[in-house]
């Protein structure tokens, strides 16, 4: 299983004093030489941590994969065409929220979807939809044209006992066979940190594990190598 981090809040941090440090692309460029898989990014529509420049030095500096997330709309698309990152990742966004707080709601928005997706698709970049561990979204989201799905592990993150954990990692792992069997890449995540990622290994369905928050919060405590290291070594002991 393959390790993408997330470096928004390397940005936020940076823009906490609108000034030039820490620069998110050179933490990009230590979570790759530490063994990241890829670096992911959200360019938001009120750009409160990643920026149009960091994208595009993002796509200049990145080596690995240049996962961009962001919300279905035409300045994005448009954004994305131009910049050309290896996959764009769709996910709900809403303004007042400090975190991506659910799946996409591919039901409401399938029919828009597929004309959303492919002009991306023809531009050679691959589609992921942040989607809910659900069967039918995963069927949904094959015949829209996604490539990968991205199941939300919100729910697993915040359980509190460990039948309820054992029980919604099941739900995740079905979800990502299922999401195999109908030809997509299956990756995970959302609130994954170093005391709930081991059970992940087993799941052998699901190809990777993007993680931001947790790595960037581990990172002030102990340095953005060790933290990027420390979940590798969780998930392939």
Do not use: W
């Not at 609108?18 to 998110?24: C, L, M």
């Not at 279905?72 to 131009?82: F, L």
């Not at 044209?145 to 954990?165: F, K, M, N, P, W």
């Not at 052998?204 to 190598?225: K, Q, T």
Request: aromatic share 2%; proline share 3%; net charge negative.
């Amino acid at each position: 299983m393959r390790l993408a981090v997330n470096i928004d809040h390397i940005a936020t941090l940076r823009n906490a004093r609108n000034e030039g440090d820490p620069d998110p692309v050179q933490a990009a460029l230590l979570a790759e030489k530490s063994g990241a898989s890829g670096i992911v990014c959200h360019l938001r529509e009120d750009r409160r941590h990643i920026r149009d420049n960091d994208l595009a030095r993002l796509r200049e500096s990145v080596t690995t994969k240049l996962d961009l997330e962001m919300a279905m709309t035409e300045e994005m698309q448009s954004i994305a065409i131009s910049t050309r990152p290896d996959l764009v990742t769709l996910v709900p966004e809403k303004r007042e929220e400090l975190t991506t707080e659910g799946g996409f709601a591919i039901r409401t928005h399938y029919s828009r979807l597929i004309e959303f997706i492919k002009p991306l698709r023809d531009n050679g970049i691959a589609v992921s939809l942040f989607i809910e561990p659900d069967r039918e979204a995963i069927a949904l989201a094959e015949k829209a044209g996604a490539d990968i799905v991205e199941l939300h592990t919100g729910l697993y993150s915040l359980c509190q006992s460990d039948e309820a954990r054992a029980l919604e990692l099941e739900r995740i792992r079905s979800a990502a066979l299922f999401a195999r069997e109908e030809g997509l890449g299956a990756v995970a995540g959302h609130g994954l940190h170093v005391r709930n990622i081991a059970p992940f290994r087993e799941i052998l369905e699901i190809e990777e594990v993007s993680i931001g928050h947790a790595i960037i919060a581990r990172a002030v405590l102990i340095g953005l190598e060790a933290a990027v290291r420390e979940i590798l070594d969780l998930i392939e002991r």
